[in-house]
């Protein structure tokens, strides 16, 4: 996972270097802004995984020595199949419809995401997923 880290680190130099240089250069402001964005998203990302990298076990990507099978095996826990995505999803459709067809949707949306989000946060304290 450091060696991800570091990549988008890499990445976020570039990428302050082209805002940097592309702003000066062309005076745009939608396309500076841009660049300062994806600088500010890599950062955020490269931050994460090396910070990441430091609490967790080395793993294989991080051994230059490392051959493939030394990554194979159980990468961790997967929720299992849940419908509170789904509910989710229907409710961000219709919320996304409200500008469109009237604020007025919301007020039948709203309740649908409050659901969604309610099962899936709470959806390994109930039922037959839940935590012993």
Same mark, same amino acid.
């Given at each position: 996972?450091?060696? %991800?880290?570091?990549?988008?680190? !890499?990445?976020?130099?570039?990428?302050?270097?082209?805002?940097?240089?592309?702003?000066?250069?062309?005076?745009?402001?939608?396309?500076?802004? &841009?660049?300062?964005?994806?600088?500010?998203?890599?950062?955020?990302?490269?931050?994460?995984?090396?910070?990441?990298?430091?609490?967790?076990?080395?793993?294989? %990507?991080?051994?230059?020595?490392?051959?493939? &099978?030394?990554?194979?095996?159980?990468?961790?826990?997967?929720?299992?199949?849940?419908?509170?995505?789904?509910?989710?999803?229907?409710?961000?459709?219709?919320?996304?419809?409200?500008?469109?067809?009237?604020? !007025?949707?919301?007020?039948?949306?709203?309740?649908?995401?409050?659901?969604?989000?309610?099962? !899936?946060?709470?959806?390994?304290?109930?039922?037959?997923?839940?935590? %012993?």
């Amino acid at each position: 996972m450091k060696i %991800q880290g570091i990549m988008f680190n !890499w990445l976020a130099a570039f990428f302050l270097v082209v805002a940097v240089v592309y702003g000066l250069w062309s005076k745009e402001p939608v396309g500076t802004t &841009a660049f300062f964005l994806a600088f500010g998203l890599s950062v955020m990302v490269g931050f994460y995984l090396v910070f990441t990298a430091r609490r967790v076990d080395t793993g294989a %990507q991080d051994d230059k020595s490392a051959e493939v &099978a030394d990554d194979a095996g159980e990468l961790g826990f997967f929720a299992p199949h849940s419908w509170a995505p789904l509910a989710l999803a229907g409710g961000g459709i219709f919320a996304f419809m409200g500008p469109v067809f009237g604020w !007025w949707v919301l007020y039948f949306t709203t309740p649908l995401l409050a659901v969604g989000l309610w099962l !899936w946060v709470f959806e390994f304290y109930r039922g037959e997923n839940q935590n %012993q």
